[in-house]
């Protein structure tokens, strides 16, 4: 008989970036799969496997898992060991190495969701005679482990990802106190660092395909979610657990309540988890959500949510405030972060919703939304309401217009566009037309420096900067290029000047059944008409054919008959916009927000075809030579 280890270590240090906002306030190891934390499910596993001695390894909200830890009634010794810097699934070790002694042991992710048996690896630790026996998932994750027929690892990195003969590592292995010899000598370091240093001495991991086992990461928001489907539950879950889950109807009804929420009898749920002190209200449907705290209500899609008083700003119990609504009830969901250095969270207060936002005061403009939108609102215009505001911290509450955008709508129903964009362009109309009034008649009016010479040559310079030399090499803008954009910008210049929005495009457009609101209006300046309707009408993000364009072109103009010239200037807009639009993608890309690269394509084409009307032969010529450059750097 292969003895069995007695001691392991518990990799939980981990952020949870991937799993937040669930993990802003609930560490990762403590998240509950199918009403058991994970932390609790790996240390049973190693509790039953023997082992008597464990250690954890914290970083994260260390104190909650302390406390978890302090209120188990644990068959095995278990130390903590506090990582102010997370040192890596190796760096992790060194600290433990007299706690560890001189035997093999269990090292454990604590984020993952598994059912295996031991002996698999203890034959293959005994049969191997190397560093370590570690656990191989040859289906699921990222494949990026290759090895040879008598199951040696001979690659972690593999060149090849996810072909057949890849496999996963999975983050459960046995290990030789022999490993310390191998640690790259830095704090930080991955033990996938550790047996690749042992590989070039030729000491070999020993990777085992456990029949029968069941393995997946539980780390991202998918994959947690994944865990509760019924396939997923019925291999992994513990046969005693799952039998009480049929009985309770859990994994028939695709939602999973933890204990601490309260959710009504007639709440549908698909793929949904609930937990902590989340409350669902009657009649409420969910659909891939994860409540973790707070009151919800109604339908709600891919909603992720932790309670407002979880949620870790500091100026949000002073919104909440505003509205009269409660932190402890109200659910906070991140939507992301978005240009002008500003981030989104939606908030729910049973089937109450809004839109929480805070900014920085790095570009000016972001402090003037609210005064824009009073402003806008006053002319006609469909924004927004803003429901709160605190200047000093530099937060706002905006009435919550939902995820229907203009641009939504077009992917979805494209044969509908110019049923979708005729209201808009006729709004477009009014707020040139009567928020110039509203600016002209408000002597305080704070709007930002008016398009001139300076702002348009900078918005070629950002196209000089970010797409031709960082994204293609070029040295410079061309001087023939250079010479008739500045051209376009002297005519955007000797054009009527009215208030702009700055960036008109589809996905700033919101629709609520048939009504709409314009959003991201905080760039709102003083230009020519035809900038803005461009911005609609040669949108990259979506596609419109030149005789819809002249159609709504002659609608807008119907609404604005004195801004007669922004029609006749389209085209001349058109490159002016498509330029900065194409600078932008490039420095976004740069930055790694890598989604923005599939617009440059359709952006360059649009370049070429406005460019082409215009009779602008060094811009069109230049917007050829792009768009094959870009089409070779996308085969």
Known sequence: MIPRPKQAVVLAAGLGTRLRPLTLARPKPLMPLWNVPLLERILRLLEGWGVERIAVNLHSLPEAIQAF????????????????????????????????????????????????????????????HGLAAAWLEPKKGPRTVEADRRGRITCYRSPTPGVPGTFTFCGLQLVSPRIFEFLPDRPFCTLVEAYENALMCGVCVQGVVAKGSFW???????????????????????????????????????????????????????????????????????????????????????????????????????????????????AVAFLGTRGSNRSFWRLYHGADRVIYIRYSLERSENARYAGHARLLAEAGVPVPQ???????????VMEDWGDDSLQKRMKARPERAETWYLPVVKALARLHVEGTRR???????????????????WEHGLFETHLLKERYGLAALPGDVARELRQVAARLLDAPQVALHRDFQSSNILFCGRRMAFIDFQGLRMGAAAYDLASLLYDPYVTLTPELRVRL????????PDLHEGVVLLHIGAVQRLVQALGAFGRL?????????????PALQNLLEAADVCGLDAVGGLAEELIARETLMLL
């Open 69 to 128: 830890l302090d209120r188990r009634d644990s068959r095995a010794e278990i130390r903590t060991s506090y990582e102010p810097e997370i040192l890596g699934t190796a760096g992790a070790l060194r600290p433990l190495r007299s706690f560890l002694g001189a035997e093999p042991f269990w090292v454990v992710n604590a984020d993952i969701a598994v059912r295996v048996t031991v002996e698999p690896l203890l034959q293959a630790f005994a049969a191997g």
């Open 216 to 330: 997946d990461d539980a780390g991202t928001i998918d994959a947690y979610l994944r865990l509760h489907d019924r396939g997923a539950a019925a291999k992994g879950m513990p046969p005693e657990e799952r039998d009480q889950q049929l009985v309770d109807g859990g994994l028939a009804s695709g939602l999973w309540v933890s204990e601490g929420a309260e959710v009504a009898e007639d709440v549908r749920g698909s793929r949904s988890v609930v937990f902590g002190e989340a409350r669902v209200l009657p009649g409420s449907v969910l659909k891939r959500c994860v409540i973790g705290g707070g009151c919800v209500g109604g339908r709600l899609d891919d909603v992720v949510c932790v309670a407002a008083d979880k949620a870790g700003d500091d100026a949000l119990p002073e919104a909440l405030d505003e509205l009269g609504w409660s932190p402890r009830e109200t």
């Open 386 to 396: 803003v429901l709160a505001e605190l200047v000093e911290r530099r937060c706002l």
């Open 439 to 457: 600016v002209a008649a408000e002597s305080d009016a704070m709007l930002e420096p008016p398009f001139d010479a300076a702002l348009y040559d």
């Open 553 to 560: 072109a002659q609608a807008y103009e119907v609404c604005a």
């Open 589 to 601: 890309a740069s930055v790694g927000q890598t989604g923005f690269m599939r617009y440059i394509l």
